[in-house]
């Protein structure tokens, strides 16, 4: 059975990276544009597709310690500032809208069901990214990882969302592709599915025990007719 239980819902959350867009390609080409301007070693995509998840800071941390052995903390800072310039300049050259997003996300506009979108990377990137993929409308509200004091897998972001968009926690449901969605779901006391195609930091999403596993979020509509 379902957890979805759309009829009963009147909130979903939506984490971004892995969960309505593969935006790994461009985090892979702004990484390695940003290494190559600082005369360091390139890494690969499927290496970008591990570390992505926990915003931009981890992954140039992740680059570094693959790369060097050790973080050092001006290192970090010089290819964590060049990161931001070069990705903000080019968010959407490859990333793509994943199967299924968009007529689950008519489905739900046409439900009248609010929505919000909760991810870890920075809140002006998030938005411009919504709004060069034309997605932008369907949100009510769009949180990024340095909206708050705490992010994703605190239950913070989740809980705000819930507050500002006056819904309850059971009302709400939690859609996302990560340990640090299920995680933030499971502490704010919030219903959490997870898709099984995102970015889980090269773990199997099974691991963090998620109440349900999609693979498509049509899925959700035909289990809610």
């Not at 973080?71 to 990705?87: D, N, R, S, T």
């Not at 507050?163 to 006391?189: C, F, K, P, W, Y």
């Not at 219903?191 to 959700?220: A, F, K, M, T």
């Amino acid at each position: 059975m379902s957890i979805a239980q759309l009829a009963q819902r009147d909130l979903i959350l939506f984490d971004l990276d892995g969960t309505l867009v593969d935006s790994a390609a461009d985090l892979f080409r702004a990484l390695n544009i940003s290494l190559n301007s600082m005369q360091m070693p390139l890494v690969t995509e499927a290496q970008v597709r591990v570390w992505v998840g926990k915003g931009a800071a981890k992954l140039c941390e992740a680059a570094l310690q693959h790369i060097t052995g050790k973080v050092e903390a001006l290192q970090h800072q010089q290819l964590l500032q060049k990161f931001m310039q070069v990705y903000a300049a080019d968010l959407c050259v490859n990333t793509q809208i994943y199967p299924g997003v968009a007529e689950f996300l008519d489905y739900c506009q046409g439900q009248q069901l609010k929505m919000a979108c909760v991810t870890n990377k920075p809140r002006h990137l998030a938005e411009g990214l919504l709004q060069q993929l034309k997605l932008s409308h369907y949100f009510q509200l769009v949180l990024g990882g340095d909206s708050l004091p705490q992010k994703k897998p605190h239950p913070l972001p989740l809980l705000h969302s819930v507050e500002v968009l006056h819904s309850h926690l059971h009302t709400t449901l939690m859609i996302g592709d990560s340990s640090n969605d299920v995680e933030a779901a499971r502490q704010a006391g919030i219903d959490c599915i997870v898709v099984s195609y995102g970015y889980n930091h090269g773990e199997d999403i099974y691991c963090c025990q998620p109440q349900q596993v999609i693979d498509d979020l049509r899925e959700l509509i035909s289990t809610s007719q």
